[in-house]
């Protein structure tokens, strides 16, 4: 049987998991529709999911349709949720895209209509909510085709527009022969000799429509179930089955984990190739480094999931017994690099634990949701008994609390959400500390070079000394702890966008006195090299100075060209810069850059100065110098190489040294 690995998404409430209802009970898996309002929905299973009506994991529910195994993904819509929609990219063979007939193209559908057209994803685009007062049709095809993509093919029409009676016929336009022609040259002269076979038409629809090159817009209404019908005609007909070599070399990749009720942990994963079984040992993780044996698999099947004793490719399985797995994992042979498709968080928060709740339990619990949203990065600092999680949004916030309230009955509160920065290098500095001399304690000779690089080249580490001039294993300790060390620059954050070079090195060979045994305090050990490596790092940095950036976002915000006069003040009091400005008709179209942590604030505000017309769309965009106010500082959680007495005291040069 065919499969097809098939994802909804959607901006906010766009009403995504209403439709996957409609589809399941459509299909025959329910037989009663569930309801966002209600909380009873069947792929929103957090309980915070349910109370707030917005979907925060992706959920899989499959279906059989006309021959074809259907897995069903439906993703969140908020942006804040931004990185449980890039896992699931990775894994769809297909997408609906689904818009509101009311509110129209809004800026979360952009965002991932980009995508989805940039990694040649085959889409259908669903315009929903027909049945609502103030649904539109022609607006919504010309917002599409101007904001989303120009080759987009209308594949029928409305009637009763608005009503609670509003329905949905199927029925090419004469549009789909534009569209088509445009791409397919053969197409286009089959036109201009005479009239172009319906069957034509329809099979250059479906090649172009697998392509991604251009996208079946269907229009319906979720809750009355107008137009679903044809919609999963379309999916049937036009999206195209997942692909693989069931023979071949098992691969795969994990875009999900959870706990199940014991705590063991269960690994999401599409296969791309090959067939994996139970008692299989395989490789995992980057290079394949990590290794263990399957001891359960489970596919999706009719509305649940069923174990089994093999998944081949193209399916979705659960595996069991992975236990060091993580998100965005390959399985046995990895594909391409796995590519993130959205920026990393760029802001993060102090979690406060409640009255009685005990440290060591909630930093079990944060380390597990870490490692169910690997893009939750945690910072422990023993020293003031904190935990750090970076985030996407405020939302996040409500969500990591309720997860820890319900999941571990921890109850905790956050401070207030502060920019993630970064320290780039302001010049060249160099350091170097020698085994034996004065003030160095270590049995090493480490000599380092800071040199600032290209900006998103990361960190790189280079030898300038003979590679055999030491063991090998010395010079990878200092690396390691060299890229350790950048995690906390001279002023606590993440120093990034530099070169190193090793410009010295140094070791006392193994010494042994007659008759006894190796002499640790006359030889060098790695200890030697992850001690005496952060000085000479931090000097060399501070010689060469930092520079604090923090993260900007790229935004755009359509309003009223009245409202203009109210919203620049605004925007320059939030420390935004406006770069264009554009007049449409009556709406004005700014565009510009504004600091990461003031885009909540705009997103509030910006409801009022522009009589709820205005609106938002706004992505990471670089990270630029901190120029205003006191340059902000984090709190160091190492043991603070910056001053050598308290690192020193600080710091075990070995067992017994």
Known sequence: MHMLNLGILAHVDAGKTSLTERVLHSVGVIDEIGSVDAGNTRTDTLALERRRGITIKSAVVSFPLDGVTVNLLDTPGHPDFIAEVERVLGVLDGAVLVVSAVEGVQAQTRVLMRTLRRLRIPTLIFVNKIDRRGAQEAD????????????????????GLGTPGARFA???????????ADHDDALLAAYVDGEVPDARLRAALVRWTRQAVVHPVYFGSAITGAGVDALLAG????????????????????????????????AYARMF?????????????????AEGRVTGISVFDRGTDTRVDAVPAGRIARLWGLTDIRVGDAIGEPRAAYQRFFAPPTLETVVVPGPGVDQGALHLALTRLAEQDPLIGLRHDEVRRETSVSLYGEVQKEVVQATLAEESGLDVTFRETTPLCIERPA??????????????????????????????????????VELGSMPYAFFKTVEDTVRETLEQGLHGWRVTDCAVTMTHCGYSPRQSHAHQGFDKSMSSTGADFRGVTPLVLIEALRRAGTVVHEPMHRFRVEAPADTLGALLPVLAGLGAVPRTTRTRGDLCVLKGTVPAARVHALGQRLPGLTRGEGELESAFGHYAPVTHGTVPRRPRTDHNPLNRKEYLLNVTRRAGG
Do not use: H, Q, W
């Not at 101007?146 to 080759?151: M, N, S, Y």
């Not at 190739?273 to 480094?289: E, I, K, N, Y």
């Open 170 to 180: 199927p029925a090419l336009s004469p549009a789909a022969l534009d569209v088509l």
């Open 273 to 289: 190739s090959g067939t994996l079984r139970t008692r299989d040992r395989v490789p995992f993780g980057p290079g394949g480094g």
């Open 427 to 464: 010049g060249s500095g160099a350091a170097v500390e020698y085994n034996g001399k004065d003030p160095n304690p270590f049995l090493a000779t480490v000599g380092l070079r800071v040199d600032p690089a290209p900006a998103g080249s990361g960190v790189t580490f280079r030898l300038g």
């Open 235 to 266: 999916v049937g007909e036009l999206l195209p089955p997942a692909g693989g070599d069931p023979g071949g070399p098992v691969s795969g990749t994990v875009f999900k984990v959870e706990r199940g009720p014991a705590g063991e942990k269960i």
């Open 140 to 159: 919504v095809l010309r917002a599409i085709s101007a904001r989303l993509t120009p080759a987009c093919v209308p594949m029928g029409t409305t009637d």
